[in-house]
């Protein structure tokens, strides 16, 4: 086989539907996600997928402008993928690192199709079939005219996590917090580890409490049956402080996202177990490299969801798949979609499993009709605030938060029945 060259970079910007808008400590996704699918050609036809969060237009023009540097790339060379666009001196200026995660996902998934190999091969093999995930529960404002899914009480929430468990398998359940005030989540988290005592539970504020908080928060759950506990404040240096007062495993994939932050944690560590993200660690080979440090250095690590459509997520299949030390169930956002722009529609969970794609390179195809037509639904949509939240559109977050929403608020987003 002649040596690939890239000839094209054509990004595609989507809105996909979610079941209900799920609110965070920073805002809300408004009842719908904004990705932009990218795909990288060869000159021999072959067509490699990726995919990247947030951004609409501008991460379209990022990618279109780097054409240019990628023009005639051969994308075995994933190493030099990485120099060409991502240096570390010159992205002081202009950090790539995002975007060389969706452009190094594409060219992973040529090298595989050009094989003939599953990506997992491509990384040392698959130890696993299939991946398993975390019910990843948020509260949530209902959108009109869509099935109401309505969860702010403990009550509602046990409800919701009980038919996702049905749905889906989950034994692993996290709660997404950081919206009410602490004591309001301390009632739900404690309310779902009682509901379901033979289940692991995990809370991630998304840094929203003080240390001093964090630590308060923490004592009280330290009985429940925690995987670990994500984020609860910002910052290294809190975080250690947290972890030498709180008996229970920190986690994070906020401070540690890069090797030198890994290098920090290593020699000082504030951080159990590190959650792993193929699109913030700039593709799937530096988390399996990053793996490989926890590994030696005896530190936990997991998959972490930034929020995606069938591309990404197996991306996190096929990383999912070759991590020896992978002991913690992964996230995903994936079960909260309506639908999706991959062929055969959203992968099925079973026993709160995934099975990792088999066929060559990532193992999934562009559903051409879905990716047009959620391409249309952006064009009349545009993107949404991810940072603010729809009933308080003066409010933004500050770490520590102390303006917390009240949880007897009711509200139905409208989106014009789209
Ligand atoms: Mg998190």
Known sequence: MDELRIVDIRPTTVTVPLKAALRHSNGCHWGRFVRT???????????GLGEMGGGGESAEAMFRGLLPYLKGHNPFD???LRWKIANPTASLYNNRTQLLAA?????????GKALGVPVYNLLGGK???????????????????????????PEQLVEYARALKKACGFTSHKLKGGVFTPDHELDCYGALAEAFPEDKVRFDPNAAFSVEEAIR????IEGLNNDYFEDPTWGLNGMRRVREAVNIPTATNTVVVNFEQLSANVLDPAIDVILLDTTFWGGIRPCVKAAGVCETFQQGIAVHSSGELGIQLATMLHLG???PNLTFAADAHYHHLADDIIV???????????RVPTGPGLGVELDRDKLATYAELYREMGGY?????PVRPDWYAMTPNADWADPKTEYTLDLGGR
């Open 78 to 80: 994933l190493e030099a």
């Open 103 to 111: 452009l190094e996902f594409a060219c992973l998934d040529i090298v």
């Open 385 to 389: 605030p991810y940072d603010r939240d």
């Open 217 to 220: 928060f923490g004592h009280a």
């Open 344 to 354: 055969g529609g959203p992968m099925p969970y079973k026993g709160g499993k995934v």
């Open 127 to 153: 130890l696993r079939d299939e991946v398993e995930f975390a019910s990843y529960l948020f509260f949530t404002y209902p959108v009109a005219g869509r099935a109401p899914v309505d969860v702010r009480s």
């Open 37 to 47: 699918v990218v795909e990288v050609e060869t000159d021999q036809g072959l067509i």
């Open 321 to 323: 798949a070759v991590l």
